[in-house]
Nanobody, 120 residues
Framework: QVQLVESGGGLVQPGGSLRLSCTAS????????MGWYRQAPGKQRELVAS???????YYADSVKGRFTMSRDTADNTVYLRMNSLKPEDTAVYYC??????????????WGRGTQVTVSS
C-alpha cells in the first residue's frame, strides 16, 4: 500500500506565492518519477511539473519561470514552489508518483489533491 499526501494549498492573492509538498509512504520507498498535475473546473487535468530520479525536470509552458519543483529522494518528498501566482493557476493540485518499472506496468499513484485558489 502506498499513500501520497499533499499539503500547502490555500488562498493567496494574485502575485503571491505558495509552496506545495507531497510525501509518499508505504510499501514503496523510492520512485522513478514524481510530479504535479492540476485540474480546474471544466478543464482537463494537465501536467504542471515533473522530476525524475536523476534530476531531469519538466515544466508546462504556462508555469515556466514561475514554478520550481524540487525532490528529496531520501524521503520521497517533492515540492512545488509557485511564485507570481495568477487567477488562472486556481485548481486542485495533485501529486503523482511512478515507481521503478511503472512505465512497463502502466501503474502510478495519486494523492487526493490540495486546493489552490488565487483571488483578490
Amino acid at each position: 500500500q502506498v499513500q501520497l499526501v499533499e499539503s500547502g494549498g490555500g488562498l493567496v492573492q494574485p502575485g503571491g506565492s505558495l509552496r506545495l509538498s507531497c510525501t509518499a509512504s508505504g510499501d514503496i520507498f523510492a520512485f522513478y518519477r514524481m510530479g504535479w498535475y492540476r485540474q480546474a473546473p471544466g478543464k482537463q487535468r494537465e501536467l504542471v511539473a515533473s522530476r525524475n530520479s536523476i534530476g531531469d525536470t519538466y515544466y508546462a509552458d504556462s508555469v515556466k519561470g514561475r514554478f520550481t519543483m524540487s525532490r528529496d529522494t531520501a524521503d520521497n518528498t517533492v515540492y512545488l514552489r509557485m511564485n507570481s501566482l495568477k487567477p488562472e493557476d486556481t485548481a486542485v493540485y495533485y501529486c503523482n508518483a511512478e515507481p521503478y518499472g511503472g512505465a512497463e506496468t502502466g501503474h502510478e499513484y495519486w494523492g487526493r489533491g490540495t486546493q489552490v485558489t488565487v483571488s483578490s
